[in-house]
């Protein structure tokens, strides 16, 4: 079983940064890909940011170049980097993990999922 938990959202200016982490126990998360959604109100989980057991990753296009997810296995934690914030970045941001070595974009692909933290990007 896998326990995770986020952590670093909060209210941020359009422009600004935040970054958020996705703290594990119970399994080391090397062995599993873990992904970062996102759900705004009325709008279903969308996928945002994921990295595999090997540490590739893969990002959603329209975050690019904005969002790097990397992870720190001393400390089981993945963390999402998130820069230039714009208000339509606003969401519920979750992190979730699967024990398969592929990365999957679609929700279904992950089997334990953390509480969610609100980003706000509001002036």
């Known amino acids: 079983q896998v326990q995770l938990v986020e952590s670093g959202g909060g209210l941020v200016q359009p422009g600004g940064s935040l970054r958020l982490s996705c703290a594990a126990s119970?399994?080391?998360?090397?062995?599993?890909?873990v992904g970062w959604f996102r759900q705004a109100p009325g709008k279903e989980r969308d996928f945002v940011a994921a990295?595999?057991?090997?540490?590739?990753?893969s990002t959603k296009d329209d975050v690019k170049g904005r969002f790097t997810i990397s992870r720190d296995v001393a400390k089981n934690t993945v963390y999402l980097q998130m820069n230039s914030l714009k208000p339509e970045d606003t969401a519920v941001y979750y992190c979730?993990?699967?024990?398969?070595?592929?990365?999957?974009?679609?929700?279904?692909?992950?089997?334990?999922w953390g509480q969610g933290t609100q980003v706000t990007v509001s002036s």
């Open positions: 979730a993990a699967s024990p398969r070595t592929y990365i999957s974009t679609n929700s279904d692909g992950y089997d334990f």
């Open positions: 119970g399994t080391p998360l090397s062995s599993y890909a």
């Open positions: 990295i595999n057991w090997r540490g590739i990753t």
